[in-house]
């Protein structure tokens, strides 16, 4: 018998042998043939008995409104909830039995709470519909146990997020809790918790079974209609194109005749790419080993959760008295030549790839090391390249939909994701916001990407967009192939401009490019730049209780009259700020979406930095729920462009561009119209994040790149330029506005931070948080954001510390250099030593100094932005 700890012993202490047959190297990665069967931790699996039947096991009809491929988690849960919406003329054909390919094996784990709605949503039609809904339809036990989960935290942001998770799940009614270390003992007895900053506990997390769950979700989908048909692989899709150029999906064909269909839900997992080249439609996912091992009998672990921990990247689920332990490793080993007779069958486990889990997982469990392994499970799963499924109509064609790729994540969201891709077939979308799911999402760029990247952009990553860093002035730096890092038999990419150009930033001296980022910076004080900005969360909030969720939502007064832009924030009930964004009031009236939304009362439109658009959605869900508002929010942040253009000769630039006038008087600051510009509809704001007279302009997708051109072709003689967010974090810390997540927090209210212009205390209107706002008004800040400027010229970055008369009272929470002012500049939150008010007095009359690696420097404290701060330049002002 193999023990756990003898295994990572020998790993770590062997000579690695020739690589066997499992894991010889292709050109880019490893593949492997099925070999023999081992006992996976289910008492029942559909493998037929004496080998495959010799054909379907119910006759094909000629004709169906629907054909589902595959009967996996994803097959099984859309036939079945297309059945349950009132589609019963719907077939699921499945190559061999149900579940034979990936979903047979699956740990079948169901975590309730996600960093999503919408997979909150998801999780919990998929629990009610296990756990509840189909026992009471079918009378069948699906197998679903309520063990509970728990997710460990190693770190303090680890625990942070659990515990956004666990107030998410107050607004679904999910009970959770948040426990110490020792808190977390006494649930999971055999756990090491020394290095535990706590845990989130869910009672109501459990494990699914395979078998049990698509047996009983097709019963049921049969009982209501619907024809599933196994032993009956496809062999083709047929594919008309109609008098306009459209292809459509026509017929599925099989060796055993041809089904006539408008509409193909492709659910074959690890086969979905194969199914999709039969209609010319690409699947972007990849088929890779997964795997986890069974151990022997464990005293002491029986009705224990199942633990998740992320850092460690481990899965602990509990099977009966024994554990199945399993993960995610770095160096996954790829399935090229999938294998169309590939069923019921399991790869045989690499060990050095596996190893990481089992030195995690004794970790977290140290009985592990002593503890047998009963079996090992390593079968195919597909994975994608942002980790998130593929759903939805194919854009190559019409009638071919997509339910795949579910990153060893099919069994836990396919009631969610069923139910969705079933409502997207009927009615040709799906009930919740699926943009991250969706087949023809573009996660990685915006409309401006291609233009900008040929003009030498160097991108940052925010929020799953790449956005612009810097412009290189040396012309493009071209993008090469992804290389793996040198693994898989992959040459690593040598002479590589765009990865030496990124790898410069890597420094704490000022960067290669320091005085191309000044070149953008001073572009825009004194002439004109563009910022594309496209990557900004756009939500509208609508309905009838839209004022009154308004004015508890927002510190500022935003319902001021139509055509008004308000810079405001959102708090929690302890006063700290959620988020900074600015809230425009709309007019009533028909849709123009992607420009406004249709309504008869009260409507806003807000725009949010994209980093943060998720963490503000799930804030304004979860205050309208609580609060019981009649609201509806919806997000167009993928719907349109955004640009900037800022400097003193933005409104020389604009007029040309705009057909509206643009003068102080006709179009003030903070306010905003829908003009045309370049033949197109657009919303101009009149707003400035760097403190320059300028207008941000929000552009429906498709026509952003004919106003890019337009405003760049106006702008030559001015000389614009490209600029990016190394620009634009210069720029707004020199004129002193607030980043959120950096210098204003959760934890930071809006009176610290010195953003009290934003809040309504003088007016009566409520707002979440005022109370502790007022109170700390009342009382005096015991903290509050000070900026600091220092004469030499050394970069800062943030967590420097600042010492007043000598005394530490706090460090920065960011820093940058200001190219105008020509000094280095921070902000950070410091306290009075005593205990007292940090009053204006207090700051006069310290002296301050900051270090930095242990270097003192001498620093001046700022009560107002030393750029600026009468504001004139935001109002068109210039000496």
Same mark, same amino acid.
């Given at each position: 018998m193999?023990?756990?700890?003898?295994?990572?012993?020998?790993?770590?202490?062997?000579?690695?042998?020739p690589?066997?047959?499992? =894991?010889?190297?292709?050109?880019?990665s490893?593949?492997?043939?099925?070999?023999?069967?081992?006992?996976?931790?289910?008492?029942k699996?559909?493998?037929?008995?004496?080998?495959?039947?010799?054909?379907?096991?119910?006759?094909l009809?000629?004709?169906?409104?629907?054909?589902?491929i595959g009967?996996?988690?994803?097959? /099984?849960?859309?036939?079945?909830?297309?059945a349950?919406?009132g589609?019963?003329?719907?077939?699921?054909?499945?190559?061999?039995r149900?579940?034979?390919?990936?979903?047979?094996?699956t740990?079948?784990?169901?975590?309730q709470?996600?960093?999503?709605?919408?997979?909150?949503?998801?999780?919990?039609?998929?629990?009610n519909?296990?756990?509840?809904?189909?026992?009471?339809?079918t009378?069948?036990?699906?197998?679903?146990?309520?063990?509970?989960?728990?997710? &460990?935290?190693?770190?303090?942001?680890?625990?942070?997020?659990?515990?956004?998770?666990?107030s998410?799940?107050?607004v679904?009614?999910?009970?959770?809790?948040?426990?110490?270390?020792?808190?977390?003992?006494?649930?999971?007895?055999?756990?090491?918790v020394?290095?535990?900053?706590?845990?989130?506990?869910?009672?109501?997390?459990?494990?699914?079974?395979?078998?049990?769950? /698509?047996?009983?979700?097709?019963?049921?989908?049969?009982?209501?209609?619907?024809?599933?048909?196994e032993?009956?692989?496809?062999?083709?899709?047929?594919?008309?194109?109609?008098?306009?150029?459209?292809?459509?999906?026509?017929?599925?064909?099989?060796?055993?005749?041809?089904?006539?269909?408008?509409?193909?839900?492709?659910?074959?997992?690890?086969?979905?790419?194969?199914?999709?080249?039969?209609a010319?439609?690409?699947?972007?996912?990849?088929?890779?080993?997964?795997?986890?091992?069974?151990?022997?009998r464990?005293?002491?672990?029986?009705?224990?959760?199942?633990v998740?921990?992320?850092?460690?990247?481990?899965?602990?689920?509990?099977q009966?008295?024994a554990?199945?332990?399993?993960?995610?490793?770095?160096?996954?080993?790829?399935?090229?030549?999938v294998?169309?007779?590939?069923?019921?069958?399991?790869?045989?486990?690499?060990?050095?790839?596996f190893?990481?889990?089992?030195?995690?997982?004794?970790?977290?469990?140290?009985?592990?090391?002593?503890?047998?392994?009963?079996?090992?499970?390593?079968?195919p799963?597909?994975?994608?390249?942002?980790?998130?499924?593929?759903?939805?109509e194919?854009?190559?064609?019409?009638?071919?939909?997509?339910g /795949?790729?579910?990153?060893?994540?099919?069994?836990?969201?396919?009631?969610g994701?069923?139910?969705?891709?079933?409502?997207?077939?009927?009615?040709?979308?799906?009930?919740?916001?699926?943009?991250?799911?969706?087949?023809?999402r573009?996660?990685?760029?915006?409309?401006?990407?291609?233009?900008l990247?040929?003009?030498?952009?160097?991108f940052?990553?925010?929020?799953?967009?790449?956005r612009?860093?810097?412009?290189?002035?040396?012309?493009p730096?071209?993008?090469?192939?992804?290389?793996?890092?040198?693994?898989?038999?992959?040459?690593?990419?040598?002479?590589?401009k765009?990865?030496?150009?990124?790898?410069?930033e890597?420094?704490?001296?000022?960067p290669?490019?320091?005085?191309?980022?000044?070149?953008?910076?001073?572009?825009?004080?004194?002439?004109?730049a563009?910022?594309?900005m496209?990557?900004?969360?756009?939500?509208?909030?609508?309905?009838?209780?839209?004022?009154?969720?308004?004015?508890?939502?927002?510190?500022?007064?935003?319902?001021?009259?139509?055509?008004?832009?308000?810079?405001?924030?959102?708090?929690?009930?302890?006063?700290?700020a959620?988020?900074?964004?600015?809230?425009?009031?709309?007019e009533?009236?028909?849709?123009?979406?992607p420009?406004?939304p249709?309504s008869?009362?009260?409507?806003?439109?807000l725009? &949010?930095?994209?980093?943060?658009?998720?963490?503000?959605?799930?804030?304004?869900k979860?205050?309208?729920?609580?609060?019981?508002?009649?609201?509806?929010?919806?997000?167009?942040?993928?719907?349109?462009?955004?640009?900037?253009?800022?400097?003193?000769?933005?409104?020389?630039?604009?007029q040309?561009?705009?057909?509206?006038?643009l003068?102080?008087e006709?179009?003030?600051?903070?306010t905003?119209k829908?003009?045309?510009?370049?033949?197109h509809?657009?919303?101009a704001?009149?707003?400035?994040?760097?403190?320059?007279?300028?207008?941000?302009?929000?552009?429906?997708?498709?026509?952003?790149?004919?106003?890019y051109?337009?405003?760049?072709?106006?702008?030559?003689?001015?000389?614009?330029?490209n600029?990016?967010?190394?620009? &634009?974090?210069?720029?707004?810390?020199?004129?002193?506005?607030?980043?959120?997540?950096?210098?204003?927090?959760?934890?930071d209210?809006?009176?610290?931070?010195?953003?009290?212009?934003? =809040?309504?205390?003088?007016?009566?209107?409520?707002?979440?948080?005022?109370?502790i706002?007022?109170?700390?008004?009342?009382?005096?800040l015991?903290?509050?954001?000070?900026?600091?400027?220092i004469?030499?010229?050394?970069?800062?970055?943030g967590?420097?510390a600042?010492?007043?008369?000598?005394?530490?009272?706090?460090?920065l929470r960011?820093?940058?250099?200001?190219?105008?002012?020509?000094?280095?500049?921070g902000?950070?939150?410091?306290?009075?030593?005593?205990?007292?008010?940090?009053?204006?007095d207090?700051?006069?009359?310290?002296?301050?100094?900051?270090e930095?690696?242990?270097?003192?420097?001498?620093?001046?404290?700022?009560?107002?932005?030393p750029?600026?701060?009468?504001?004139?330049?935001?109002?068109?002002?210039?000496?």
């Amino acid at each position: 018998m193999a023990f756990l700890g003898s295994v990572v012993r020998r790993v770590a202490s062997a000579v690695r042998p020739p690589l066997p047959p499992l =894991c010889r190297t292709s050109a880019r990665s490893y593949s492997s043939e099925p070999t023999k069967e081992k006992s996976v931790p289910y008492k029942k699996t559909l493998k037929q008995e004496g080998g495959a039947a010799s054909g379907p096991t119910k006759p094909l009809p000629r004709s169906a409104d629907v054909v589902v491929i595959g009967g996996g988690s994803l097959g /099984c849960q859309t036939v079945y909830h297309l059945a349950k919406m009132g589609m019963t003329n719907v077939v699921l054909l499945e190559r061999d039995r149900l579940t034979a390919g990936t979903t047979w094996h699956t740990a079948g784990l169901l975590w309730q709470l996600r960093p999503s709605d919408v997979e909150v949503e998801l999780l919990g039609h998929t629990r009610n519909v296990v756990s509840k809904d189909l026992e009471e339809e079918t009378g069948l036990h699906t197998g679903w146990i309520q063990n509970g989960g728990l997710f &460990i935290a190693s770190n303090k942001q680890r625990l942070d997020e659990y515990k956004r998770l666990m107030s998410l799940g107050k607004v679904y009614g999910i009970e959770s809790h948040v426990l110490s270390p020792a808190e977390t003992k006494d649930v999971y007895p055999l756990m090491n918790v020394d290095d535990l900053y706590g845990t989130l506990y869910v009672p109501t997390d459990g494990t699914m079974d395979p078998a049990g769950t /698509c047996t009983t979700l097709t019963r049921a989908a049969s009982a209501r209609g619907a024809t599933v048909i196994e032993n009956c692989p496809v062999t083709g899709i047929q594919v008309r194109t109609d008098d306009l150029g459209m292809k459509k999906v026509k017929a599925v064909e099989t060796a055993h005749g041809t089904i006539e269909t408008p509409c193909v839900v492709n659910c074959a997992g690890v086969w979905a790419t194969k199914l999709g080249d039969m209609a010319g439609v690409k699947v972007p996912l990849v088929a890779m080993h997964h795997a986890y091992v069974v151990t022997e009998r464990i005293e002491g672990i029986q009705n224990m959760p199942n633990v998740r921990d992320h850092d460690a990247s481990v899965y602990l689920r509990l099977q009966g008295d024994a554990l199945s332990v399993g993960g995610y490793e770095p160096n996954p080993i790829f399935w090229n030549d999938v294998s169309d007779k590939f069923a019921f069958s399991l790869f045989d486990l690499d060990w050095d790839v596996f190893m990481t889990h089992i030195e995690g997982a004794i970790n977290r469990v140290p009985v592990l090391e002593q503890t047998g392994i009963k079996s090992t499970v390593c079968g195919p799963e597909s994975f994608t390249a942002d980790h998130k499924p593929l759903m939805g109509e194919a854009p190559e064609v019409r009638g071919f939909f997509l339910g /795949c790729g579910f990153n060893s994540a099919g069994m836990m969201l396919g009631g969610g994701c069923g139910k969705e891709l079933a409502h997207w077939v009927i009615h040709g979308r799906p009930e919740k916001d699926m943009y991250g799911y969706d087949i023809s999402r573009n996660m990685r760029k915006d409309p401006f990407h291609q233009v900008l990247t040929e003009q030498g952009c160097i991108f940052q990553e925010r929020h799953g967009w790449e956005r612009p860093g810097w412009f290189n002035k040396d012309g493009p730096a071209p993008l090469k192939d992804y290389d793996y890092y040198g693994c898989y038999d992959v040459k690593k990419n040598v002479n590589y401009k765009y990865n030496e150009l990124l790898g410069k930033e890597y420094t704490f001296d000022f960067p290669p490019h320091h005085n191309v980022i000044k070149s953008e910076c001073l572009s825009c004080r004194h002439d004109v730049a563009v910022f594309n900005m496209s990557y900004f969360g756009k939500f509208y909030l609508t309905g009838p209780d839209a004022k009154k969720a308004a004015d508890w939502l927002f510190t500022a007064d935003v319902n001021k009259k139509p055509g008004s832009t308000v810079y405001t924030c959102m708090l929690n009930k302890r006063g700290g700020a959620e988020a900074d964004l600015t809230v425009s009031r709309l007019e009533p009236g028909a849709s123009i979406l992607p420009l406004a939304p249709e309504s008869n009362g009260d409507a806003y439109y807000l725009a &949010i930095g994209g980093g943060v658009a998720e963490h503000n959605w799930n804030h304004i869900k979860t205050v309208l729920h609580d609060q019981g508002f009649r609201c509806q929010l919806t997000d167009h942040s993928e719907d349109m462009g955004m640009i900037s253009i800022q400097g003193p000769k933005s409104r020389e630039v604009l007029q040309e561009v705009l057909d509206a006038d643009l003068s102080n008087e006709a179009f003030p600051f903070s306010t905003h119209k829908v003009v045309n510009a370049a033949g197109h509809q657009v919303r101009a704001m009149r707003l400035s994040f760097v403190g320059e007279l300028g207008w941000e302009l929000h552009i429906p997708k498709d026509a952003c790149l004919p106003v890019y051109n337009a405003v760049m072709a106006a702008g030559a003689k001015h000389g614009i330029i490209n600029s990016g967010y190394r620009a &634009i974090d210069s720029l707004s810390i020199e004129k002193g506005y607030r980043h959120w997540h950096a210098d204003l927090r959760p934890d930071d209210t809006p009176l610290e931070a010195g953003l009290a212009f934003t =809040c309504k205390l003088k007016s009566s209107i409520p707002f979440q948080g005022r109370d502790i706002l007022e109170k700390q008004k009342e009382e005096g800040l015991k903290r509050r954001i000070v900026c600091f400027t220092i004469d030499e010229k050394v970069p800062m970055f943030g967590l420097e510390a600042v010492f007043r008369n000598g005394i530490p009272v706090g460090h920065l929470r960011r820093s940058d250099y200001g190219f105008f002012i020509d000094k280095t500049i921070g902000y950070g939150y410091i306290r009075n030593p005593t205990g007292g008010v940090v009053s204006a007095d207090f700051i006069k009359s310290g002296e301050f100094t900051l270090e930095k690696m242990g270097v003192t420097y001498k620093a001046k404290a700022h009560l107002k932005s030393p750029f600026d701060p009468e504001n004139k330049r935001v109002k068109g002002i210039y000496a």
